[in-house]
């Protein structure tokens, strides 16, 4: 790779020697910001608006050290996973319960709701982004973002949650994994140097690629798209049936748990005072 592929030889030392100030997320961010530019341009990583792909180079990245397979991901930009549409349509169908759910149990509690499915974000998607507005006594209005990431299968990805917290629109994710009959919360104030520590490592890979004169070649094999068999696939629908209804309640109690931390308290109370 040519020299001109690098960052600043300034803020590339710095980077190196992971001085104390970068351990701010929005120092690393700004690092981040321009080697992703650089990546992007060199592997042609653009969404059709022109923009980077952020949450592929992220994840990518982050999936393997070796810059052989991240160099190769990055070229084959027609791979996809193969999810069986099975569990595609127990995703749709978890989304929109909670969606319906959700809308009821805030409308009843007197909030001004709008609830967007699949909504953009600067590192990815989430599935449901919840903006709830209350005006109450503050004429100019406040607005918080709380994300709720649906799992129907038995995996978590790490990865994709901190790309979520990345985003900075909202400080709290919550996963609901319904198969585990799982509903974890993740604060990123709590996990802060955690958050640090990934996008850390992530500048630093991307660095090392674009340092890279020459990469040397891998065995490592590819690995194939795991195809369930027709009574995994049954147990599967089983296990998500039962645990959806069982994790319904305890789904919307977080949420409305968390919502109720960010509302501010006087305007709490005058939602209750209208119910």
């Known amino acids: 790779m040519e020299n001109n592929g690098k960052i600043n030889p300034q803020n590339l030392g710095q980077f190196r020697l992971l001085s104390e100030s970068l351990t701010e997320l929005d120092e690393l961010k700004k690092i981040f910001?321009?080697?992703c530019s650089k990546i992007a341009k060199q592997y042609s990583l653009y969404y059709e608006n022109g923009k980077p792909r952020k949450s592929t180079l992220?994840?990518?990245?982050?999936?393997?050290?070796c810059l052989t397979c991240i160099t190769k991901s990055f070229s084959n930009?027609?791979?996809?996973k193969n999810v069986d549409s099975l569990y595609k349509e127990c995703h749709r169908l978890a989304v929109n319960v909670l969606?319906?759910?959700l809308y009821r149990l805030l409308n009843t509690m007197g909030y001004k709701v709008l609830i967007s499915a699949e909504a953009e974000l600067e590192y990815g998607k989430a599935d449901i982004l919840i903006t709830v507005t209350n005006y109450g006594l503050n004429l100019k209005g406040e607005t918080r973002e709380l994300l709720i990431e649906v799992k129907t299968g038995n995996s978590v990805s790490l990865t994709q949650i901190f790309r979520y917290l990345l985003d900075f629109r909202s400080d709290t994710i919550i996963v609901w994994r319904i198969r585990k009959r799982q509903?974890?919360?993740?604060n990123?104030?709590?996990i802060k140097p955690l958050l640090a520590e990934f996008m850390r490592i992530i500048c630093l890979r991307a660095d090392r690629l674009l340092s890279s004169q020459r990469i040397q070649p891998c065995q490592h094999t590819k690995q194939s798209n795991y195809q369930p068999s027709q009574e995994e696939l049954e147990k599967m629908f089983e296990e998500f049936s039962s645990a959806l209804i069982e994790t319904l309640p305890t789904i919307l109690q977080t949420t409305l748990e968390q919502l109720e931390i960010v509302i501010p308290s006087e305007q709490g109370e005058n939602c209750e005072r209208e119910k």
Do not use: D, G, M
């Open 188 to 190: 990123a104030q709590k």
């Open 58 to 65: 992220i994840e990518t990245i982050a999936r393997s050290p």
């Open 183 to 186: 509903v974890l919360v993740f």
């Open 77 to 80: 930009k027609t791979a996809t």
């Open 99 to 101: 969606v319906e759910e």
């Open 33 to 35: 910001e321009e080697l």
